[in-house]
Each structure stands twice: as structure tokens, then as C-alpha cells.
């Protein structure tokens, strides 16, 4: 398989992302009253939906760039690809769970296990592409040592863990893992503007 498997690739998952964010608005019910006082309630939801935005953005732009410098796909790529899009596909049941119940244990903790799974499904993604590339990946020099991509995982099972102890203290890492990833990663364009030189 080659580009046109790639073309698909993309097409779908940006597809599966628009109607995930799409979801997720649409779990944000309109308040009865009309007054600035209604919207109160609401506000657990909206920051829950805000985070989420943020994270699915997040993965749609590092998606992007990831399938921007391979140049194959394989069975194992797309079934890879596949399994990222299950992990993202539950970020709108659970942003709402956890905004519903304005950021209780249970539903915080099930969220961070939802970023968890995103982000290990999202690392096996980027090892496919790699293993489907060869030796002479553009995507493995890139990427190349990443710490953003060890620390993630760990604030987000101290989420977990301190969910039952603190629910606060979970929120804010998953805000802070979230803000590591917002700073744009420079390694790909790098790459590529090397190769066009």
C-alpha cells in the first residue's frame, strides 16, 4: 500500500475527529433560564469540554504532521490508526461523565485512563509508521528521543492515583500535560526543511 492508502488513512480519521468534537459540543446542553445566572451549572461541563477540545486538537495536529513525513502504510499502520481513533472516540462519554458530576473521582479517573490509552495507542501508531519506513524513516529521526512522550504518561497516572485523594490535583496535570503538548514540536518541520535543503 502506498499513498493512496495514506490519502484514505487521513481522510478518515479527520473525518472520526470532526465528529468527536462535534459529539462533544453537542453535550453541552442549553440552559432553560436566561439569565448569566443559568449558565453556572453549565461551567463544569465547559471546562471539561474546553480540556478535551484542547487534547483533541492536539492529537489532530501531531496526526498531521506524523503522516505528513511517512510515506507508506501497512495493515499493522492502519489497524494502529484504527486503534488511536477507538482511545479518542470515548473522550466525548467521558468529558461529559466528568463535567456532569462536576469532576468527581470516578469519572476523573476514568478520564485519565482515557489519556492514558490515547497516548500509548498514539506511541504504537508512531512505531508502526516507523517499522513500515525502514531503516531510512523520516519519521524515527525526527522523533528521535522524546521526553515529552515518557512524562505524559506518568502525569497522567498520578491523575489517576490522586483522584480519590485530591480530584484538583488531577485535573491540573492533566492541564499540564496538556500544556506540554500545546507548545508546537518543531522536530518534523526541522526534518523536512532539512531534506529540502
Same mark, same amino acid.
Given at each position: 500500500m502506498g499513498n493512496m492508502g495514506k490519502g484514505r488513512l487521513e481522510a478518515f480519521s479527520d473525518g472520526v475527529i470532526a465528529i468527536i468534537i462535534t459529539i462533544m459540543v453537542l453535550e453541552m446542553k442549553v440552559p432553560h433560564g436566561e439569565s448569566l445566572e443559568s449558565l453556572r451549572p453549565l461551567l463544569p461541563v465547559f471546562l471539561s469540554y474546553v480540556l478535551s477540545f484542547v487534547y483533541v486538537g492536539i492529537y489532530w495536529n501531531n496526526h498531521h504532521h506524523m503522516l505528513h513525513v511517512s510515506t507508506k502504510v501497512s495493515?499493522?499502520?492502519?489497524?494502529?490508526?484504527?486503534? @488511536?481513533?477507538?482511545?479518542?472516540? /470515548?473522550?466525548?462519554?467521558?468529558?461529559? $461523565?466528568?463535567?456532569?458530576?462536576?469532576?468527581? =473521582?470516578?469519572?476523573?479517573? @476514568?478520564?485519565?485512563?482515557?489519556? /492514558?490509552?490515547?497516548?500509548?495507542?498514539? $506511541?504504537?501508531?508512531?512505531?508502526?509508521?516507523? =517499522?513500515?519506513?525502514?531503516?531510512?524513516?523520516?519519521?524515527?529521526?525526527a522523533v528521535g528521543n522524546n521526553w515529552k512522550e515518557r512524562i505524559s504518561p506518568l502525569l497522567y497516572l498520578l491523575g489517576i492515583a490522586s483522584t480519590f485523594w485530591r480530584p484538583g490535583i488531577a485535573q491540573l496535570l492533566y492541564v499540564v500535560a496538556a500544556l506540554l503538548w500545546l507548545v508546537p514540536d518543531r522536530r518534523i518541520e526541522h526534518v523536512l526543511n532539512r531534506g529540502a535543503q
Open positions: 495493515g499493522a499502520v492502519l489497524w494502529a490508526n484504527l486503534h @488511536l481513533l477507538f482511545w479518542l472516540s /470515548l473522550f466525548p462519554f467521558t468529558t461529559g $461523565w466528568m463535567g456532569e458530576n462536576h469532576f468527581a =473521582a470516578w469519572p476523573s479517573a @476514568l478520564y485519565g485512563g482515557v489519556l /492514558l490509552m490515547a497516548a500509548c495507542a498514539y $506511541w504504537l501508531l508512531q512505531r508502526a509508521l516507523i =517499522a513500515v519506513e525502514g531503516p531510512g524513516s523520516l519519521l524515527k529521526s
